[in-house]
């Protein structure tokens, strides 16, 4: 029987993309795969550029017989489809791993529209759009409903209707096996945040959490791991400094500071501590966190974004409008964690199977199906 063909093109790669996209074709090994991806860097010219790069060096490529084509919502699919006619002939699922309207604006590119049209004008010309959380996909619908009622020209509601009829299908998540030891409950606690060290990530909360633990000297071993790039947010420098007051006045060995390369040597990490901590003011999914939560880690989140649609109430933490204030109610978790453990009574119930296995597996396949009108079944 003839592989079903997919073409999948990714316009800005940034690692959250690549694990989607190499986990989809884990899940579907049987189904043949083209992809196009482009290099995570130069933002606005990536998002606005991305047609016209494919167009003219991908062509052949993009020219080839496919059944199904899947791109993500920073491909100029409007575009794309002007410059290669034969793609719009093509069942196309727009995936949306995150969207620029709820972006915090920090950014020098902030009065910039194009990363906001580019997605929604792709949006409307795909056949099937999916987010990959309820929380991504009901801030793009009250963004775009915004951004439409700014703009001169008045537009029929139609535009919105087309846009609620999108789908949840989050990033799946690898099955993974058990921790095999316990935390011993006399030492330290030891956590972890492991995200971009970007300032969407949440540096100012981290830095007041980690002034806050090396002034009370808690019993706290933190290791600020994650992707980095040549500019890193100022925050990042004192609370390198911090840790190390922190582990000399408390004979506490240094957590780990910087990107873990190995996979590996991540992977044992996470398995090696007890608590995930996010500080994100902008997390669609939080990849980071469910991969911590999958090798035993008790996550402690903010109160809201993507947190709250698998992360239980008693391991969140209420976000003030102070960043003193959050600071102050993260504190107060990790001295409750600290308690847990010496109790033996800190423990991970997370319960992420609904991103694993057959159920998202299922998820895909019936929007792929849909699509095609024909089944994909593997």
Known sequence: MKKKRILLLSAYDAISHQLWRKRLKQVFGSYQWTELCLAPRHFTWRVRGNSL??????????EQDYDLLIATSMVDLSSLRGFVPSLASIPTLLYVHENQFEYPQNRSDRKNVEPLLVPLYAALCADTVAFNSNFNRSSFLKGAASLLSKLP????????TRLNASVVVPVPLLDSSPRLTAADSNSALSMVWNHRWEFDKGPELLLAVVAAIEAQKLPVQLH???QQFREQP?????????LDSHAKSTNIERGLFGFIEDINDYTALLETCDVVLSTAIHDFQGLAIQEACLKGCVPLTPDDLAYPEYIPKKYRYPVQSQIAATADGVIDQIKNYCELKCQG???????????QGDKIKRLYQAEFDKLTHASLID
């Open 53 to 62: 790069i494919w167009a003219t060096t991908q062509r052949e490529v993009l």
């Open 153 to 160: 020209e008045q537009f029929p509601s139609s535009i919105m």
């Open 234 to 242: 100022i925050e990042f420098k004192e609370i390198n400094n911090l």
């Open 345 to 355: 009574e800190l423990v991970c119930d997370v319960n992420l199977s609904a991103y």
């Open 224 to 226: 600020v791991v994650g």
